[in-house]
Structure formats: C-alpha cells, structure tokens
C-alpha cells in the first residue's frame, strides 16, 4: 500500500544553481530595464510641463478673448478705474490688448520687523496701535502680496483729458481712416497723469513710490515711448526720470489737449487694492540697482531725517531739537533732505547702515538703501490720529474685520507703511511711539536696544 502513495508523492527537484555570469547578465539586464524605465518617466514629466505651458498659453489667450469681446460689447467702456474712457467701432475696440508687466510679488513681513516700543499714555492711541499690532505683529505667515501692472495697448487712437484732467478720453479711429500726419508712433501714458491728486504729485514720496514705477512698466513695453506727464514738469520729477532712463525728449509735460498715435499705451493699474504698487516698485528698484543708483550692499552711516523743513502742522514732534541731539550723541547725522539735491540724497541713503526719522517722505529714500539696513520709524500721538481720521482713504486700516486682515495689501497708508516698505527691500524695521513731545529717556532706551542689533557690515 504504501508503495502505491509514493507514485503520488511529488519528488523534490533539483535547486538549480546560477553561474555568476549568469547573475551578471541578470543584473545587466535589470539595470537596462530600470534605465529604460528612467527615460520613460522623464519623458513622460516632459510631456506633462509642456501640457501644463500649452494649457498656460490658453488660458491666457481664452482670457484676453474674453476681455476684448468684453470691451468690443459696450458702446463705452470704462476701464481700471472711471476716471479712464475707451470709445470707439466695436471691430477696432477688440484690437485693444491687455499686458501684464512685471511678476506677482509675495513678502513675508514678521521676519523683518525689530524693536516695537509704545511709550503713548494716550488710551485711545494705545488701543489704535494695540489692534494694528494684533493684526500683523505676531502673525508669522503675514504675507504683504502684490499683482504684475496691467497696460492697455490701443492701435490708432486720440487721446485726451476732459473735466480738469481728471479723465482721460481715448477714440478710437476707424480702421479706414489711417494714422494722422506726424502722429508719434507710441505714446504713453501713466495713470497719475490723470488719477491722481496734485498735493501728492508735489510730495516726493508719492512721486518716486507711486508715480515713477507706472513709467518703469510702461517703458518695459516700449523704451522709446514718448510719456505724457501732468505739467509743469518739478525739477525734482526730471532728476528721478532721469534716473530710471527716460530721455528729456521722451518726458513730455502735457496740457491735456487732443494727441494722435498710431499706437497707445495706457497704464491701467498697478496690481494693488489700497495699497503699494508692490511689483512695478520692485522693478523700479532693480533698475536703479543696475544703473548704480541703489545699493548691492549696506553702509556705515547713521542718517537721522529731520522735519524741520516740513509744514508746522505737519511735523508732529513738538521736541524735534531735542530728539534730534539724542540721536546725534548715538552718531547719527542729521540732514534736512530740502538741502539735498537728488544726487547727493541717493549716495547718502546708499551708505547708510541706519536711518531713522519721523514717518514720512523723508524716509522713502530708502529705495536707495541696501537689503539688511536698519529702519527706526517715529510715531506720534498727532501723526496716529492723522493715520485714523476716518475722512481720509488713508485710515481704511482701522475698519479691517479679521477675516481680510491678513491681506497687508490692503492697508495702504497705515502706521506700518515703513513697516511693509522696508520688508520688501528685505530691510528691518523699528517702530517708536509717543507723544507729541517724545519721551527722550524711553526713546533713549529704545534707540541703544536698536543699534544692539545693527551689526557691522
């Protein structure tokens, strides 16, 4: 019987045993298969980038398709703001374009921010200031964000200002008629030429933050352009023109009267809702950098900006003469920027390794400053009530629910403009508090904590 299971028994087989070129082969031949495996991924991450450009590109050019049948559609069409006017044929207006100039710009702010000192005594000043600080202050993903600029290139068109210069009027020509005799062949021109009120034209620091980074993008289209400017053209205006390199020939002071050009191209908007025009600024800076005009690297001077120039109701500190001799005994020079010409103001804040002053134009000179300067901002109780007066676009700050505080571009003119300014020059900030008359002895104590930090370049 039990010779009968065992035919049914399985035998055990014979293990076979590789050779080690037989090994080597297989090893061979799995390293190919894995390298073959290698070129199909990649070519498949290839395949996958190009689909995603070529979906880029045509969404892009789903978009654009929209907004010229958009603007073809309407018998006028009121664009970037009502104070800009586009009419014309239909079949002309969809050959308007929209250009994006310059990149999204996302900067974090907590980084940069330093000693934060209040010695208010002011209850209501203190509250202001405690809630913007709970907004920004101990949040460390804040984020001061900013879109590109948009400009509108317009083919064949006349272009000119109605109701005081406050509007600007484009007609489009009729395909048929052709362009004018002598018509220029680009115009441009910037929105402050038209949307803008003429106490911050006359203020510096409007002018270089606001105004001369609308014709750094608009000359990134069309270097050559002739700009329409408000006129009279400020000597001061034309220094910082100069600068970013539009010729005396291409700066054109304009009346607002009827201008024919075979092209058009009008800055529309700056990529901000209330605040900094964050892109074109950067791009104005990079321009000065390479042009020498700002610094690669920080200096060894301390800069105190005093506001005896200023308008009396304007200079917030009512102890200025004492102040200014405290930072003078820490070895900051004290300079009026009235008696600086543009040259001279640029290498100063080029060579600076602190600057400190009132909140104000004075300090917007440290677009010329070099990444890692030090920053020291004065803040009075008068200058925080001027900041929250509520008839003035400048307080939308206070009225920020919790749900949108985080979006710093929104702030605009706040008691943490230098705060924003200076984190996006990748600088650092130092905020002070007080009363009208400063208090020499806590500011004293806040300014020795401050150049504890200022290390030598």
Not at 112 to 123: E, L, N, Y
Not at 269 to 294: C, E, F, I, Q, V
Request: some cysteine.
């Amino acid at each position: 019987m039990t010779g009968f299971f065992d035919r049914f028994r399985k035998k055990p087989q014979a293990r076979k045993v590789e050779t080690p070129d037989a090994l080597q082969a297989t090893l061979a031949a799995l390293r190919l298969e894995a390298a073959a495996a290698q070129e199909t991924v990649a070519d498949l991450r290839a395949r996958l980038q190009q689909a995603r450009r070529e979906a880029g590109t045509l969404t892009a050019q789903v978009k654009q398709a929209g907004e010229r049948a958009r603007l073809a559609g309407m018998p006028f069409a009121r664009l970037g703001s009502d104070s800009l006017v586009l009419e014309g044929p239909s079949r002309r207006r969809l050959q308007v374009r929209r250009i994006s100039v310059g990149e999204e710009v996302e900067h974090p702010v907590a980084a940069r921010v330093g000693v934060v000192h209040s010695a208010t005594t002011d209850p209501r000043i203190q509250e202001l200031w405690d809630s913007l600080q709970a907004q920004e202050g101990p949040v460390d993903q804040e984020r001061l964000t900013g879109s590109a600029s948009t400009v509108l290139e317009i083919p064949g068109a006349t272009v000119r200002t109605e109701d005081a210069g406050r509007t600007l009027r484009v007609s489009m020509r009729p395909a048929s008629f052709g362009d004018a005799p002598g018509a220029a062949a680009t115009i441009a021109v910037p929105k402050f030429t038209f949307d803008f009120a003429e106490r911050k034209l006359r203020n510096f620091g409007h002018w270089l933050l606001d105004c001369v980074p609308q014709v750094v993008a608009l000359s990134a289209i069309d270097s050559s352009a002739r700009v329409l400017l408000p006129s009279p053209l400020r000597g001061f205006q034309r220094a910082t023109l100069d600068l970013v390199g539009l010729t005396p020939a291409q700066a054109v002071a304009w009346d607002g009267a009827p201008v024919e050009c075979g092209r058009l191209l009008v800055f529309e908007s700056d990529g901000r809702a209330g605040g900094r025009p964050l892109s074109a600024l950067l791009d104005m800076r990079r321009l000065l950098t390479g042009r020498g005009a700002a610094a690669a690297r920080r200096g060894s001077r301390r800069i105190y900006v005093s506001r005896r120039d200023a308008d009396p109701k304007r200079r917030w500190v009512s102890n200025e003469p004492e102040v200014e001799a405290l930072f003078a005994s820490r070895g900051f020079e004290v300079l009026v920027m009235a008696d600086c010409p543009l040259e001279e103001q640029m290498a100063i804040f080029r060579d600076a390794a602190v600057v400190a002053g009132v909140s104000g134009a004075g300090l917007s000179d440290i677009v010329f400053s070099a990444p890692d300067t030090h920053v020291i901002v004065l803040l009075t109780d008068s200058l925080m009530s001027w900041y929250a007066d509520q008839r003035g676009s400048r307080s939308s700050w206070i009225r920020i629910g919790g749900g949108t505080a985080r979006r710093l571009s929104t702030l605009g003119d706040s008691p943490h403009f230098y705060v924003h300014l200076a984190a996006v020059f990748q600088q650092y900030c130092h905020c002070f508090v007080g009363a009208d008359q400063l208090p020499i002895a806590a500011l004293s104590g806040f300014l020795d904590r401050v150049l504890e930090r200022v290390e030598p370049a």
